[in-house]
């Protein structure tokens, strides 16, 4: 799972709940994009949240 550069986003962890309540554990992933992005004069892809492009 990536990281976004710029905040400390990454994932969330939860449960599952079943209509009997029965609780498995999943994971919530961030919604990472990979952007160019042209630092210093050089291009670079980062992995950053749609929260930070914005």
């Keep these: 799972m990536a990281r976004c ?3 400390p986003k990454s994932g969330q962890s ?3 709940v079943s ?3 029965r ?3 999943r994971r919530w992933s961030a919604n ?3 952007k160019t992005v042209v630092i210093d004069g050089k ?3 980062i992995h ?3 929260r930070c492009i914005r």
């Design 23 to 25: 609780r498995t554990r």
């Design 43 to 45: 291009r670079t892809k």
């Design 14 to 16: 939860g449960n599952n």
């Design 48 to 50: 950053v949240c749609t």
């Design 5 to 7: 550069q710029y905040c």
């Design 19 to 21: 209509h009997s309540k």
């Design 32 to 34: 990472m994009q990979r």
